[in-house]
């Protein structure tokens, strides 16, 4: 018998949405430059394919829980700093979900990149290919 979905993807990124702060690129910038860090969400392939924004720090989506838990083994300090953190993905889905699941945790302030890279990218913005080591 097939699995009966009673709550697609877009409902759910629709409800952390509702629930977390947005930047778009230029909030980002002013963010940043105020001490905000950008987590950047992307698997390994996709910066390795089109590259980083430079200063970003790199924690895949499926890292996110683990590293920022201190509690956890795989721990990063850089969640233990007082300061914003901005997530961003690719398009801007999986970094809503990885947002709201930081701020559930209690990591604050967070929010995400409306558009994650592609709006980053497409607005221009500097963009680091020299990690660009596999196609």
Excluded at 130 to 135: G, L, R
Aim: aromatic letters at 8%; proline letters at 5%.
């Amino acid at each position: 018998m097939p699995q009966t979905i009673t709550r697609s993807v877009n409902d759910i990124v629709r409800e952390a949405k509702a629930q977390i702060v947005e930047y778009d690129v230029a909030e980002a910038k002013v963010a940043v430059a105020s001490g905000a860090q950008l987590i950047d969400i992307r698997d390994i392939r996709e910066l390795n394919r089109e590259g980083r924004v430079p200063g970003a720090y790199h924690c895949p989506r499926g890292m996110v829980e683990f590293w920022i838990d201190p509690a956890s083994s795989y721990h990063k300090a850089i969640f233990a700093e007082d300061r914003p953190f901005i997530f961003f993905c690719a398009g801007g889905m999986r970094s809503a979900l990885a947002a709201k699941a930081a701020q559930d945790m209690g990591l604050k302030p967070v929010a995400h990149l409306i558009g994650g890279f592609g709006a980053w990218r497409d607005a221009g913005e500097p963009i680091d290919l020299q990690d660009k080591t596999k196609a």
